[in-house]
């Protein structure tokens, strides 16, 4: 049994996009950080969100002005959530990089959120609204969107706000990944907010998977806190029914080093999950699927590995191997191949392989 020596691991370097790399990256066709495990929502909800991006992508990013944007988004247009997604674009770019600095906007956002969720409209409009208000605001690197943002995450007076629940979790994530910790006050509201949005609730069939992709987001913002209660809540995560909250605790602990990640890593990496035989989705969908579930899994293994986390490596090492040969997917055996150059690349002192 191959194992290896493991002192508590540093914690990993990265930004924000080091943990909504590969939900983001895909939506939106860029990329600001090296890799995050990504956030994974039940498949049609996935699409959905690209689709809108698709859609209105036509409305252009480098001839909109954001102060016209905030301005008709402050008119309570009934298309206002279509500025909120070109705001999430403008500030996803590589040239965005002074507006998610720009204080004004920044906090003309976050007082609009405040106000959204004040007024508790539950039309669809005033959804999609809040909820690319939400991921708008977690592209900043201003401390003032936090605070509306757990508000956002903490709201739910109809079914209909899980949805703005989620985009909140998710810009939470993206917000604290790589940042300076915050105040102990702030703090300790973020994590009992994770902790309480990762346990299950009273649901009905129609509810059930809205509520699943809520955890399954909730344990991904937990795995991006550097605590030992939310990785203690991970650990409990990885026996989940839900597949997606599984899979996000697994990346979670990864990040940090945990070997407990490891069988349901291996879960992940066999590319078998229930999910993808969704007779709702197409086959092209449940690919995409399996590829992004795939890359989680391979470079979860990479930060395990580089964490010197010990574990019993052989069974790890065979399905990354297994996957270098697969047939059916180019881009899964180019990635599980780097893997492989990597678990190879780094033996240490000690290591009998």
């Known amino acids: 049994m191959n194992q290896r020596s493991s002192d508590k691991p540093e914690r990993p370097d990265g930004n924000a996009e080091d943990v909504l790399d590969s939900s983001s990256?895909?939506?939106?066709?860029?990329?600001?950080?090296?890799?995050?495990?990504?956030?994974?929502?039940?498949?049609?909800?996935?699409?959905?969100?690209?689709?809108?991006?698709?859609?209105?992508?036509?409305?252009?990013?480098?001839?909109?002005?954001?102060?016209?944007?905030?301005?008709?988004?402050?008119?309570?247009?009934r298309t206002g959530f279509r500025d909120a997604v070109t705001l999430v674009q403008m500030l996803r770019e590589p040239a965005g990089e002074h507006l998610r600095r720009d204080e004004r906007l920044?906090?003309?956002?976050a007082r609009l959120l405040q106000d959204e969720l004040a007024a508790g409209r539950m039309d669809d409009d005033r959804i999609q609204l809040r909820s690319f208000l939400c991921r708008a605001l977690g592209e900043f690197e201003r401390d003032e969107v936090l605070s509306p943002l757990l508000a956002a995450a903490e709201t739910e007076r109809d079914v209909r706000e899980i949805d703005v629940r989620r985009s909140a979790l998710e810009a939470i994530a993206q917000f604290v990944a790589g940042r300076p910790p915050v105040s102990a006050t702030v703090d300790d509201r973020l994590r009992q907010s994770l902790l309480a949005a990762s346990h299950r609730s009273a649901s009905d069939e129609?509810?059930?998977?809205?509520?699943?992709?809520?955890?399954?987001?909730?344990?991904?913002?937990?795995?991006?806190?550097?605590?030992?209660?939310?990785?203690?809540?991970?650990?409990?995560?990885?026996?989940?029914?839900?597949?997606?909250?599984?899979y996000n605790a697994a990346a979670g602990l990864a990040r940090w080093g945990r070997a407990e990640?490891?069988?349901?890593?291996?879960?992940?990496?066999?590319?078998?999950?229930a999910s993808r035989r969704d007779v709702r989705a197409t086959a092209r969908q449940r690919q995409w699927r399996r590829q992004?579930?795939?890359?989680?899994?391979?470079?979860?293994?990479?930060?395990?590995?580089?964490?010197?986390?010990?574990?019993?490596?052989?069974?790890?090492?065979?399905?990354?191997?297994?996957?270098?040969?697969?047939?059916?997917?180019?881009?899964?055996?180019h990635q599980a191949r780097r893997t492989m150059q990597a678990l190879e690349a780094a033996v240490p002192a000690g290591y009998d392989d």
Not at 31 to 48: D, I, K, N
Not at 106 to 109: G, K, M, Q, T
Not at 299 to 319: G, Q, T
């Open 292 to 333: 992004i579930v795939t890359r989680s899994a391979l470079r979860s293994v990479e930060l395990l590995w580089a964490a010197e986390a010990s574990l019993d490596w052989d069974p790890l090492r065979a399905a990354v191997e297994r996957l270098t040969r697969d047939p059916d997917d180019l881009n899964i055996r």
């Open 106 to 109: 920044a906090r003309e956002l």
């Open 206 to 246: 129609a509810t059930e998977a809205a509520r699943d992709a809520l955890r399954a987001t909730a344990a991904f913002a937990l795995g991006v806190l550097d605590h030992p209660e939310a990785h203690d809540r991970l650990v409990v995560l990885l026996d989940d029914l839900s597949v997606d909250v599984r």
């Open 261 to 273: 990640a490891a069988p349901v890593l291996l879960e992940m990496l066999d590319g078998q999950d």
């Open 25 to 77: 990256a895909d939506a939106t066709g860029g990329e600001r950080g090296p890799w995050v495990p990504l956030v994974l929502m039940p498949l049609l909800m996935v699409m959905a969100f690209v689709l809108v991006i698709v859609l209105f992508g036509w409305l252009g990013v480098a001839g909109d002005d954001p102060g016209e944007l905030v301005a008709r988004l402050q008119r309570a247009d």
